[in-house]
């Protein structure tokens, strides 16, 4: 770690909280709202696998800065503030997670109701279904990481020595991503086989890991405070797949969801912040109208009012880094 972000962690940012003086960054603008995005909150620290899941201690210390600093609300109420132009008087927070783990149901839900909280989650419909390995291909990638870390991988004629190809010098996520759909499946299934990923994966804590399955995410939607959006069925980078591709990937994941929880989908929020114009038309054509970013990447995102922003919250970092950059973030992501 550079010396720079060290001496900010340890030293500049305890120091702008502890005085208070954060809420000068929010206040810089006229923004009202800011989308905050996480994955997974944990039980343990989870950083040696992925670096998605956030410390059950940290979310709840979260938690407790979010409902003393901001009002909190759901994303559909934010979505209608943005369309009708509203400024709310109060710096306001809408909090989501990504892609479905089990640690959403059995860590994050119980802290998010002890205090009130609306929360959408954005599911990967894939886990209505029964999985030979109960993870994402995100996941799988890291297994492999994790237990074969010195070896040469190889994916056809392909070889990737500290899993970065040797021709092209491309990680290997980003190879794997921006293959063609059933190209991207083939290699999955091809590496989950060959370097024993079933087995090898059940070594680790499931929380980090696992999927919710059918049951679980019923239960979840059965919440009064949890909205629940697609996040695609497979987990594609929609933008770099065929628009064929990307439109049957979120039909399926909108029949799948609603199917299973038996309330209508209208959101989506895009996996590893891909797409594109034709497919941002594309899920508005499926009635899936309330679309969420990362950050915007084409120019009339801007004044799309499909689409909205987030700020990713940090799962590597300290509490205090992580408060700072959400106020600060009112800047550059809020509306």
């Avoid at 933008?239 to 399926?252: F, Q």
């Avoid at 034709?278 to 004044?303: C, I, R, T, W």
Wanted: a positive charge; proline letters at 2%; charged letters at 30%.
């Amino acid at each position: 770690m550079k010396a720079s972000k060290l001496i900010a962690r340890k030293f500049i940012f305890p120091t702008i909280i502890k005085a208070g003086l954060e809420k000068k960054w929010r206040n810089r603008t006229n923004n009202s709202i800011l989308n905050i995005l996480y994955h997974g909150v944990v039980s343990k620290d989870s950083s040696y696998f992925s670096p998605r899941h956030i410390n059950k201690e940290l979310f709840e210390k979260h938690l407790k800065y979010f409902i003393k600093e901001f009002d909190i609300i759901s994303l559909p109420e934010a979505f209608d503030y943005y369309r009708n132009k509203k400024t709310l008087k109060r710096k306001t927070l809408t909090i989501s997670f990504d892609d479905g783990y089990k640690n959403n149901f059995n860590i994050a839900l119980p802290l998010l109701e002890k205090y009130n909280i609306k929360t959408t989650f954005f599911i990967s419909s894939i886990l209505t279904q029964e999985m030979d390995v109960r993870t994402l291909w995100s996941d799988i990638i890291a297994c492999l990481k994790y237990f074969h870390k010195k070896e040469i991988i190889e994916i056809g004629n392909y070889r990737f020595n500290n899993f970065i190809e040797e021709s092209s010098n491309v990680s290997i996520e980003d190879f794997i991503k921006t293959r063609d759909a059933n190209i991207r499946d083939e290699i999955i299934n091809q590496l989950i086989k060959k370097y024993n990923i079933q087995t090898l994966i059940k070594q680790l804590p499931s929380e980090i890991w696992e999927l919710l399955n059918k049951h679980e995410l019923q239960k979840l939607s059965s919440s009064k405070l949890v909205d629940i959006g697609s996040h695609g069925h497979l987990h594609y980078n929609l933008g770099d797949i065929k628009i064929e591709d990307a439109k049957k990937d979120m039909k399926t994941s909108k029949i799948l969801l609603e199917d299973a929880i038996n309330k209508k989908i209208d959101m989506i929020a895009y996996p590893d912040n891909s797409y594109t114009q034709n497919v941002k038309e594309a899920a508005s054509e499926m009635e899936l109208d309330k679309q969420l970013a990362v950050e915007y990447k084409l120019n009339n995102d801007f004044n799309d009012n499909l689409l909205l922003a987030r700020h990713g919250v940090s799962c590597t970092t300290t509490y205090e880094s992580n408060i700072f950059f959400i106020n600060k973030a009112f800047q550059t992501r809020g509306f």
